[in-house]
T-cell receptor, first 113, second 112 residues
Framework: GAGVSQTPSNKVTEKGKYVELRCDPI?????LYWYRQSLGQGPEFLIY????????DSGLPNDRFFAVRPEGSVSTLKIQRTERGDSAVYLC???????????FGPGTRLLVL | KNQVEQSPQSLIILEGKNCTLQ??????????LRWYKQDTGRGPVSLTI?????NTKSNGRYTATLDADTKQSSLHITASQLSDSASYIC???????????FGAGTRLFVKA
């Protein structure tokens, strides 16, 4: 595709529910990042994939958060037992390599009621 | 304390005027520094990137400077346009790793 796409664009869920957020990176980009952005703040790093493996998951806040990239392309961020504090915009970015320019998707706006 | 601090938090200027946004960082060791523009409801878009040896980098009406000794960067916008209204985010990458550290951004409003 022409750019990074993310689905859904908006997600409203109830406290305690499970959600999955999807990211389709730019074709051929081996590096993929997930970020979380709260209102009025810059993006906060969550996890970085190089290919299929998570090269750095130090930003995941706790074990309720998990991400996969089984075929080295599409990635899914999974949040279990959602809490109201998880409400934020979840951004995905991809790049040709780990040191290259990151291209961001439009984000998924998650609201936990 | 955030390792990337930006000022001002927000700024309002008239169309056609110039402005300068500031970024101070403590990230070490340093790899590179980028400025991103983020329109409301969109993902950030890279404007400039500078490494340790670069002092200035231009992209159209945007000019970024870097002083690696004082760990300061600035983004200068010339002849502002209404479409420049956005958040401008300073991002620093630590050498030897993949993690990038984002500032909180400066929210710029350009008025007609």
């Amino acid at each position: 595709g022409a750019g990074v796409s993310q689905t859904p664009s908006n997600k409203v869920t109830e406290k305690g529910k499970y959600v999955e957020l999807r990211c389709d990176p730019i074709s051929g980009h081996t590096a993929l990042y997930w970020y979380r952005q709260s209102l009025g703040q810059g993006p906060e790093f969550l996890i970085y994939f190089q290919g299929t493996g998570a090269a750095d998951d130090s930003g995941l806040p706790n074990d309720r958060f998990f991400a996969v990239r089984p075929e080295g392309s599409v990635s899914t961020l999974k949040i279990q037992r959602t809490e109201r504090g998880d409400s934020a915009v979840y951004l995905c970015a991809s790049s040709l390599g780990g040191q290259e320019t990151q291209y961001f998707g439009p984000g998924t706006r998650l609201l936990v009621l | 304390k955030n390792q990337v601090e930006q000022s001002p938090q927000s700024l309002i200027i008239l169309e056609g005027k110039n402005c300068t946004l500031q970024c101070n960082y403590t990230v070490s060791p340093f790899s590179n520094l980028r400025w991103y523009k983020q329109d409301t409801g969109r993902g950030p878009v890279s404007l400039t990137i500078m490494t340790f040896s670069e002092n200035t980098k231009s992209n159209g009406r945007y000019t970024a400077t870097l002083d690696a000794d004082t760990k300061q960067s600035s983004l200068h916008i010339t002849a502002s346009q209404l479409s420049d209204s956005a958040s401008y985010i300073c991002v620093v990458r630590r050498a030897g790793g993949f993690k990038t550290i984002f500032g909180a951004g400066t929210r710029l409003f350009v008025k007609a």
